[in-house]
């Protein structure tokens, strides 16, 4: 599976999931793609969390659907989660790690037609550890 890099999310992404408990690293992810020119719909798993920006609790609110989404929910939920953007023209997904997606789900992707890149943006366009993460995982940082 190739390495993600800003370019696969084409300037959009759909963020899908990511519950209350972790609205730090939600804030940190929106920052993060929006400081690199990443337009950001952020879907989370608990929208009428505070997360200080617009939030939106479904695929009916969503204002459009870009043809990237980082997915951040459990594995058992992930695969209702692949129709709906199945359906919705989403053509390029990544998956946060193997909690969000076991081989079932990869294989679905694939025979979709649909892109997967397995890791955290945070890799990409993050600073502290997240570049170190980046160095280990052999991801190449983008320019900020």
């Known amino acids: 599976m190739e390495k993600i890099n800003k370019d696969f999310f084409g300037g959009e992404v759909l963020i899908c999931g990511c519950s209350k408990q972790d609205n730090l690293y939600y804030k940190n992810l929106h920052k993060a793609f929006s400081d690199n020119g990443v337009k950001v719909f952020p879907m989370p798993t608990t929208p009428e969390s505070a997360l200080g920006f617009e939030t939106f609790n479904s695929f009916d609110e969503l204002p459009k659907v870009p043809n990237s989404a980082y997915v951040l929910s459990h594995k058992c939920n992930t695969p209702v989660l692949i129709e709906h953007l199945n359906k919705l023209g989403v053509k390029k997904v990544v998956f946060f790690g193997k909690a969000c997606a076991d081989k079932s789900v990869l294989d679905s992707c694939e025979e979709k037609g649909i892109q997967v890149r397995m890791g955290c943006p945070m890799m990409l ?3 502290g550890i997240h570049r ?7 991801v190449k940082q983008e320019k900020m």
């Open 125 to 127: 366009f993050g600073g």
């Open 132 to 138: 170190l993460h980046a160095f280990l995982a052999g």
